[in-house]
């Protein structure tokens, strides 16, 4: 009986979910499944080493089950506390929340484009090459076409027959997170080039998350499917070195590890029973208000260890050396990219800028409120690396290779609604930049 009883408890499905799927299980959640796991096991070692008697086995028994229900009494009574007062904040999605900072507080639209985005967020598809795509979607101040692009602002009058074309690429910045339609940095490119009587016509090739390669891979795509335009601008910089903090690789994409894992991985159980497996630490994490109790108690009492690093990236761990040679990595990996969109534009016909964007790690200040907005802001690690990549790059720049990274330091209220993403007033001031940089060097006859 002890023997198949011990059996049962080590295969839990935690433990098993916990071996099977650790690529899935944040770091939090592995400290409490794990906790979960030890408390069993333990129990049952209990139960077999020292019940040396069959009534000194029920005792231990009893006291174990009489310990799972008061766990179970507990769980209920945090439920039923939550369903009462509806103090429970993760009612509100992590996009919910951004409607209470500052740049949004008040204002009519700004719940209603939360609640976009976080509909939005949920169409992302399969994409060649690229490795994704969002969209379609269309909403109110999110609109995007099945061909995964964003609608920008058009002036009143259509484009002449002769009008030039400004294509814009970049991450989820250019894409226009946090902001409307009319109010991304393409349009307010646009409504600059208009207002300048330039007859240019401006395209917004945004993705979310987007690295330099893959901006690259799909100007290539667009060129080979007969897209000609006269200008092409790059924004970013800060996408490039996160994907490389996470996977440890200079030239990588967003959760590069997680998903060749997933691709690359034997099935080690069927399907059906790998789905229930992972299902049962998310919903354990998801919904047991006991874990989120103790999960609040953990960061609050590691909290420095929790907002100054991001325990689950590869770099997170790395020293100044190490960190260093990442850095040369990705910086590398911009020039051979920048020689590749040179070698495109001989070919095409068009011209091309690299603008490196601000994050907060390029900031000399940030307003509480911005410190607070995402615990990356404080990752010491990520910043080195960022700040060591900048360096390489503005130390010595490519052709074609601005630096706006200053661009926001005169800002005097919040712009960073995390440590890359900005307001719409941030997007204003960074297309008011581009713009002067593009009348003088790309736009001059």
Partial sequence: MNVALAAGLLVNPWLVGYLLLPSNISFQSRIFIGGLDILLITSVLLVYLQGKTPERRKRLVFGFITFILVILVVEAGLQAVSFVTKLDDQQQ?????????????GIEWAGQYWEEIGEFSLTSVYKPFVGWKYGPYHGEYINVNSEGVRTTWRPGETPGELAETLYVFGGSTVW??????????????????????????????????????????????????????DYVIFYGGANEVYAAYQSGVPDAHYDQLRISEKLGAEPSVPASVSSILNAIPVVLTSYSKIYMVLDKTIQYIFRSSFQEQDLDAVASDYNDEELRLLSAGIAENYLESINFLERLSQSYGFKYAYFQQPTTFTEKKLTDEETATDPRVTDSHHGLLQQMTYASLVGNPPASFFSIMEALGDRTETYYIDFVHISEKGNEVIATKIFEILEKDLLKE
Wanted: a negative charge.
């Fill in 176 to 229: 226009g997170y946090g902001a409307r339609d009319d109010h991304t940095i393409p349009s307010y490119l646009y409504k600059l080039l208009d207002s300048s009587d330039y007859d240019v016509e401006v395209h917004n090739y945004g993705e979310w998350a987007y690295t330099i390669t893959q901006e690259t891979v799909y100007l290539a795509l667009l060129l080979k499917e007969g897209h000609r335009p």
């Fill in 93 to 105: 999605s992590g996009f919910a929340q951004k409607a209470s900072l500052s740049p949004y507080e």
